[in-house]
């Protein structure tokens, strides 16, 4: 890295090469951690479940899960697709592993442009899928002709949906440890403790409404994909 | 002699991106903010609707200034301008 040499952070991933594609270790493991956490959640949960008065943690998790269940069939309504099971697993993976970059020692997956570019990858296939099943190929050739010399603006505008879903995601969370990172360096030490705190309380909310943004919008691109015959202003 | 003039038109830069972001961004939340309130002042059963909606634009728009100050930060700690003169 060049530029002022007081402030050599590194950002760069470790990476290990195997059969000539490279692997961000650190990625890799936060994943697996973020994974066995969620696994973990969800045993404890399995062995509470209870159906008279609910333990505090039965109660949050069915909250969260009744909320974005419901949202998405409203973003849904009168599909025949059952996206709320994506939706919620979407949303607690990303929930948990923005904050796990919170965590002292531990870096967040997301923090990784791989992995977020990776879940909008998904979520474009799934948007050309269910475009594809809703309208039949030549429904979706038709749409992407709708006014012929606007192709490629409308391929353009397919294209550029995951590309900004991940930017969004990655940058928020890349930014927000990178500040952490700087506020401890470059702030005394008496004082840093103040805005270090204030910047951990405005990452969690960050974290929360990206991972709540990302959930969202996959859901209403697919709704938008599948639109039965809606009017194209 | 070069070198000064690429780190001060880069920190300018830097001054320059994220003031600006922040400035739209903050026109932006309160304008969103702002029909919220309005909103519920003349709706109140719809404030939960409206308060989902408002978190998503809030978001929306709080995502522009952070990726320009991520933008900012590359150009001051792995400054690509400075290492055109410097040739490393």
């Known amino acids: ?233 | 002699m070069e070198r000064a003039i690429v780190l001060g038109a880069t920190v300018i830069a830097f001054g320059l991106l994220l003031g600006l972001s922040a400035l739209g961004a903050g026109i932006g939340d309160g304008l969103v903010s702002s029909r919220t309130v309005e909103g519920t002042a003349r709706q109140p059963e719809m404030q939960g609707r409206l308060f989902t909606l408002m978190v998503i634009g809030i978001g929306f728009i709080e995502a522009l200034p952070i990726i320009g100050l991520g933008l900012g930060l590359f150009l001051i700690f792995a400054n690509p301008l400075l290492s055109q003169i410097t040739g490393k």
């Open chain 1, 1 to 233: 890295m060049i530029g002022l040499p007081l402030l050599q952070i590194d950002v760069n991933h470790p990476t290990v090469n195997i059969a000539g594609l490279d692997f961000n270790t650190d990625t890799i493991r936060n994943t697996l951690i973020v994974c066995g956490l969620l696994l973990i959640l969800g045993a404890i949960l399995r062995s509470q479940l209870k159906v008279g008065v609910p333990s505090q943690l039965q109660n949050a998790t069915e909250a969260i899960i009744d909320y974005i269940n419901n949202l998405t069939e409203e973003t849904l309504q009168g599909r025949n697709i059952a996206l709320g099971p994506l939706a919620i697993t979407l949303f607690t993976f990303l929930l948990i592993a923005n904050w796990l970059g919170l965590v002292p020692g531990f870096k967040s997956p997301t923090n990784d442009w791989n992995t977020t570019l990776g879940l909008a990858l998904m979520s474009f296939v799934l948007v050309q899928y269910f475009s594809i099943r809703s309208r039949h190929l030549g429904g979706y050739f038709k749409h992407l002709l709708l006014v012929p010399p606007y192709f490629p603006l409308t391929v353009i505008d397919e294209l550029a949906k995951p590309i900004t879903l991940s930017f969004r995601l990655y940058f928020n969370i890349f930014v927000g440890e990178l500040l952490l990172t700087l506020i401890i360096v470059l702030i005394p030490t008496w004082i840093s403790w103040l805005p270090g705190a204030a910047w951990t309380l405005f990452s969690l909310f960050i974290g929360a409404v990206q991972a709540f943004i990302f959930t969202v919008l996959t859901v209403s691109y697919i709704a938008i994909a599948t639109g039965v015959e809606e009017e194209h202003g």
